[in-house]
C-alpha cells in the first residue's frame, strides 16, 4: 500500500500483549501506523486517559520502530473527529481505521458513520470469539462500507480480561513495573 496509513485508537485499558502485537503487524502493512488512547463512550475505563495514554506512548517508544508513531493529538471521543483530526496532521493517499471484529457491528450507530465511511476504510482485526457475521457483512455491503478483514493473528488476550486477572504476563515488558509501582489496574473488590 503505498502512502498508507493506519489509524488505531484504542482504549488500552490497559495496553496489552495484543496490543503489541497489532501495532508490530501494522508496521509490516502500513507505510505509518498512528495510534492514540481514547475514551470509548460505551466503555468504562478504569484508568484515567492520562494514564492509559502514557502506557501505550511507552509501548511505542519501547517497540523503536520509526513506522509507528504515537500521537495523542488525534484523540476525541468520537472516531470523526479522530479522523477529520488525523487528516489535518498527515496527509496521504489512504487512511484506514482499524477496528476489532467486536466492535464493528457498533460503527452503524457511531456518530455521523455517513461521513465516516466517506473519509476511511475499515481495517478489521479479528478477534477470537468474535467473528464477523455475514448480517455485519451484509450491511457493510449495503452501506457501501469500503473494509478489509484482516489475517493478523493476536493472542487471545483484551485488556478486561487482565483487570479481571492481573496475570501480568498479559502485558508488554516495557508496562509491566510502571504499572505495578503505580499500583494501577488492582482490584476493587474487598477481600476478606
Known sequence: MKNSIALFGTSADPPTI????????????????????????????????????????????????PKILFNQEISSLWAVESIKNCKKIYEFDNLDFVIGSDLIKDIFGWKDFDK???????????????????STLKMLETYKVKFRISTIEIPNISSS????????????????????????????????
Open 161 to 192: 480480561k487482565f483487570r479481571l486477572n492481573l496475570n501480568f504476563s498479559n502485558l508488554p515488558a516495557s508496562l509491566i513495573d510502571i504499572i505495578k509501582n503505580n499500583n494501577l489496574y488492582l482490584s476493587s473488590k474487598l477481600v476478606e
Open 116 to 134: 465516516i465511511i466517506k473519509e476511511i476504510s475499515f481495517f478489521i482485526i479479528n478477534r477470537e470469539g468474535y467473528p464477523v457475521e455475514s
Open 18 to 65: 495484543g496490543h503489541k502485537k497489532i501495532l508490530e503487524e501494522l508496521s509490516e502493512i502500513y507505510t505509518l501506523t498512528i495510534s492514540y488512547v481514547s475514551n470509548n463512550p460505551h466503555k468504562t475505563h478504569k484508568e484515567d486517559i492520562s494514564i492509559r495514554s502514557h502506557l501505550l506512548k511507552t509501548l511505542i517508544e519501547d517497540l523503536d520502530n
